[in-house]
């Protein structure tokens, strides 16, 4: 039973996996145009994440292929933007996400996480920290459809992502060394990733009232 609880939030991670990169793609690409072959391939991506979540069956070389393939894929399909463009993009996200998932390992290797734990805490923080960087990039962009929303609202709410880190930091500490609360570290983070993300949809819910304001 324990095992099943564990796949559960790695199908749901590989979903916000999703959600994150779409965000990446409206703020460098601009907005969509979904159609069939799109949804087909956004399924083939999702499909990928999971085998690779809950097996771990791809090499490090394949995966990243894989991962620049699919977005290319997609980018393609539901983007007008030149061949240049997309595959800038998608070289750059799957690299400085590759590169924001080894800083994790190794600051959280630092501080003393075994390999039980190391993996699941560093899903959680890297896919936060790219969550994180995706809302400040478009608040930077000069571009933004949208109207900016006041310095101190910003700030407050990139307080929620940075106190999710500290507490899933020492959430999966305890779970380290107390094996009962993993199936908790692993629901916890889940459910703080889902916390963020909509919040970061009320930001930009915010900034377009502000632009119709």
Not at 9 to 27: A, D, E, G, N, Q
Request: with cysteine.
């Amino acid at each position: 039973m324990a095992e099943y609880l564990t796949i559960i939030p790695k199908l749901l991670l590989s979903l916000l996996h999703l959600l994150i990169i779409r965000k990446y793609m409206k703020v460098f690409l601009g907005p969509a145009n979904e159609n069939l072959k799109s949804c087909i391939e956004w399924g083939i991506y999702y499909v990928f994440l999971i085998i690779n979540n809950i097996n771990s069956v791809f090499p490090p070389h394949l995966l990243l292929f894989g991962n620049v393939l699919l977005i290319y894929m997609i980018s393609s399909a539901t983007r007008k933007r030149s061949i240049k463009q997309r595959c800038i993009f998608s070289l750059l996200i799957c690299a400085v996400w590759m590169l924001v998932e080894v800083i994790v390992m190794m600051i959280l290797m630092s501080m003393g996480f075994d390999s039980r734990t190391l993996q699941d805490a560093g899903s959680f923080i890297s896919k936060m920290c790219m969550l994180l960087l995706s809302v400040i990039i478009s608040h930077c962009i000069k571009d933004n459809h949208y109207s900016e929303i006041p310095l101190l609202y910003f700030l407050s709410i990139l307080l929620i992502p940075v106190s999710s880190i500290y507490m899933m930091h020492h959430i999966f500490l305890i779970a380290a060394v107390h094996n009962e609360y993993m199936i908790f570290s692993v629901t916890a983070s889940f459910l703080l990733l889902i916390v963020n993300y909509v919040i970061f949809e009320v930001y930009v819910w915010i900034s377009r009232n502000a632009e119709l304001g």
